[in-house]
């Protein structure tokens, strides 16, 4: 089974730029997470797809991020204008999905590190 | 503070010694999870324990979990080198659908 894809791995950026991160879940996978993780912490959940829908955005900073996961299944996290400060890892992952009163197990991938200068 | 704080923040043994990592918390959850993070392999999902349950096996790991004392812990049994890693809580609350993380335990396996 494929895992979860991730691109780029890596990308310096000058900040006030734009970058862009793209995320592949494994297949079948209805829900999909973008992770925020600083170095020396854990990750920090951005934003949470269920399906194409947004299930949590609330760590989300809205007036520079940005995701959509457009058909359910790829899914894009943007960052217009970057900070020095967001300089980090983002990770994806997905899982099975999310029932009321279920929760499954997530699957990452392997990351992009993100330096901003 | 974060929903999952894990203790220690750093932990070093020797090799074949048993590790023993503690997560504590603040929210009612649905279950606990316990993922695994090293440069080789990112982040893997270990093991997960529901609130109904009170332990739980899975290899040379056991997971308990205390819902009076809002806690848990992870005992890796019988370590090896290759075990370094660093070792995340993550908590699914009750009634919503949100995963939080701790900030880790960073284990150091000596051979």
């Known amino acids: 089974e494929a895992g979860v894809a991730q691109s780029p791995r890596y990308k310096i950026i000058e900040k006030r730029q734009s970058v862009a991160f793209w995320c592949n879940p494994i297949?079948?996978?209805?829900?999909l997470y973008w992770y925020q993780q600083i170095l020396g912490q854990g990750p920090k959940l951005l934003i949470q797809f269920q399906n194409n829908g947004v299930v949590d955005d609330s760590q989300l900073p809205k007036d520079r991020f940005s995701a959509e996961r457009l058909k359910g299944v790829d899914s894009t996290l943007k960052i217009q204008p970057a900070k020095l400060e967001d300089s980090a890892v983002y990770l994806c992952?997905?899982?099975?999905?999310?029932?009321?009163?279920?929760?499954?197990?997530?699957?990452f991938g392997p990351g992009t590190r993100l330096t901003v200068l | 503070s974060q929903q999952g704080e894990e203790d220690p923040q750093a932990l070093s043994i020797q090799e074949g010694e048993n590790a023993t990592m503690n997560c504590s918390y603040k929210t009612s959850i649905n279950n606990l999870q316990w993922y695994r993070q090293n440069s080789g392999r990112g982040l893997v999902h270990l093991i997960l324990i529901r609130s109904n349950e009170r332990e739980k096996h899975s290899g040379r790991l056991r997971v308990t979990l205390d819902t009076s004392k809002k806690s848990s812990s992870l005992l890796i049994t019988a370590s090896r080198a290759a075990d370094t890693a660093s070792y995340f809580c993550?908590?699914?609350?009750?009634?919503?659908?949100?995963?939080?993380f701790g900030a880790g335990t960073r284990l150091f396996v000596k051979a």
């Open positions: 297949s079948g996978h209805a829900t």
């Open positions: 992952a997905s899982s099975l999905g999310q029932l009321a009163g279920r929760y499954n197990e997530q699957f």
């Open positions: 993550a908590t699914a609350l009750t009634g919503g659908f949100k995963t939080i």
